[in-house]
């Protein structure tokens, strides 16, 4: 799957960071394609992955655009509109960086795991469904994570 990623930040994204985020995704890609998982299929039909870097300031914009949230996320998935794409994920850097201290890991561990979770999304996982739903997708995003790590 080809990786396109777009930085809309006003931090220079290193190239050890972007070869990371394509590694990660190939990585996770191959993972749940061996998994049983729901439209598995989408990840051999579609051919590529749009991978947006967004400011707080923008993430919140669009988390409230589309979620009524006020605030920056880590991550927002969007299916993809174009034959070829299995959608976008925008990823906020500053908030990841928060996360990953937080959690007392890495920044290449919180957004390896992010990734995991947007890509589970573009696959049809809602956490935000039900309770029943919320821990199938944790509990495959956990194994994956578990499973790979970061690249």
């Known amino acids: 799957m080809k990786v396109i990623q777009v ?7 290193a190239a050890k960071d972007a070869k990371f985020i394509e590694l990660s995704v190939k990585k996770i890609v191959r993972y749940l394609g061996t998994q049983k ?3 598995k299929d989408l990840l051999t039909s579609k051919k590529e ?7 707080p300031q ?8 589309y979620r009524k949230k006020n605030k920056p996320t880590d991550i927002l998935s969007f299916a993809g509109v174009e034959p070829v794409s299995l959608g976008e994920l925008l990823l906020c850097p500053s908030v990841l960086k928060k996360q990953a201290k937080e959690h007392d890991h890495s920044m ?6 992010m990734l995991v979770h947007g890509l589970l999304h573009l696959l ?3 956490h935000e469904a039900s309770a029943k739903e919320e ?15 970061p690249v």
């Open 7 to 13: 930085n809309q930040t006003a931090v220079r994204q």
């Open 37 to 39: 998982i729901r439209n």
């Open 49 to 55: 992955l749009t991978v947006v870097l967004l400011s």
């Open 58 to 65: 923008q993430m919140k914009k669009i988390n409230f655009q």
């Open 108 to 113: 290449q561990a919180e957004t390896f795991y």
């Open 124 to 126: 049809g996982y809602d």
């Open 135 to 149: 821990k199938l997708m944790f509990r495959i995003q956990d194994q994956c994570f578990k499973t790979l790590g």
